[in-house]
């Protein structure tokens, strides 16, 4: 649109002006309260977010632990079923965990016993670095800070309790004896592990040879305190047939 203007200059001349008026296209966009609002989401999201942060942190921690436990178990039964060693000194691997720790400790079992073809294999135990001149530690991996081993156990099956003849170290019953350790052996060429509770203890129980029936399988329970709540649970079960499994469950 235009419009014409007239203006008198000195001497008399009239000049005519032509004015043009400009009008520029309306380009969509947020008002204020469209902004005030979308930030207000922003903030109720993210502040959900972060509150929830260490519990989420806690149990993805937690199942990393198991599956950490089971890949440990899984490498032993893959190296304990092979020859590694060219001077065949090692016979075996296996994992050993104690209650009173927080770790995983994987070893190497030496060959110590007659085995098929004139080839020794392991016994299946862990001889620790307490034993003179015999340390067979292969790897130690340490838990993650504040968490632990809370339970141990031993059964016919999920849920290790009195259903599935199991006993864990938490029952309470006065003769049943604590489970204070598990070792998980493999000796070569069985894929089937050695299960033995509290190895070198007076209550020694050997899955092969003692109680065949009551120790079909162990059950290593993890767990972390979590803020204002019971605390989190996972477990990692090992059994004669040679499955071996994590749970989102604690072992009972």
């Known amino acids: 649109m235009s419009s014409l203007s007239v203006k008198r200059s000195q001497g008399g001349i ?46 993805v921690n937690l199942a990393l632990l198991a599956h950490t436990i089971t890949l440990s178990v899984r490498e032993a039964q893959l190296r304990g079923t092979a020859i590694e060693s060219q001077d065949l000194s090692v016979g075996g691997y296996g994992v050993f965990f104690d209650r009173a720790s927080t770790s995983i400790v994987t070893f190497k079992d030496f060959a110590t016993e007659a085995g098929p073809n004139n080839i020794d294999i392991g016994d299946g135990r862990y001889a620790t670095s307490s034993t003179p001149g015999l340390d067979e530690t292969d790897l130690i991996t340490l838990f993650p800070y504040k968490f632990k081993m809370s339970k141990l156990c031993v059964g016919t099956g999920f849920p290790f309790n009195a259903t599935n003849s199991g006993k864990c170290n938490t029952d309470g019953d006065p003769s049943l004896p604590n489970i204070n350790t598990i070792t998980i052996g493999f000796v070569r060429p ?11 203890h007076p209550t020694d129980e050997r899955s092969s040879t003692s109680t065949p029936a009551t120790i079909a399988g162990v059950c290593i329970e993890v767990s972390s305190e979590a803020p204002n709540r019971a605390p989190y649970t996972r477990s990692a079960q090992v059994y004669t047939t040679g499955r071996i499994m994590a749970s989102k469950q604690g072992c009972q």
Do not use: C
Not at 16 to 27: I, Q
Not at 44 to 54: H, R
């Open 14 to 59: 009239i000049k005519v002006m032509n004015k043009r008026r400009f009008s520029f296209p309306s380009k969509p966009g947020f008002t204020v309260i469209e902004l005030v609002v979308s930030l207000g989401i922003m903030v109720t999201i993210m502040t959900a977010v972060f509150a929830n942060y260490p519990e989420s942190n806690i149990r």
């Open 190 to 200: 069985n894929p089937q592990p050695i299960l033995i509770i509290n190895q070198n």
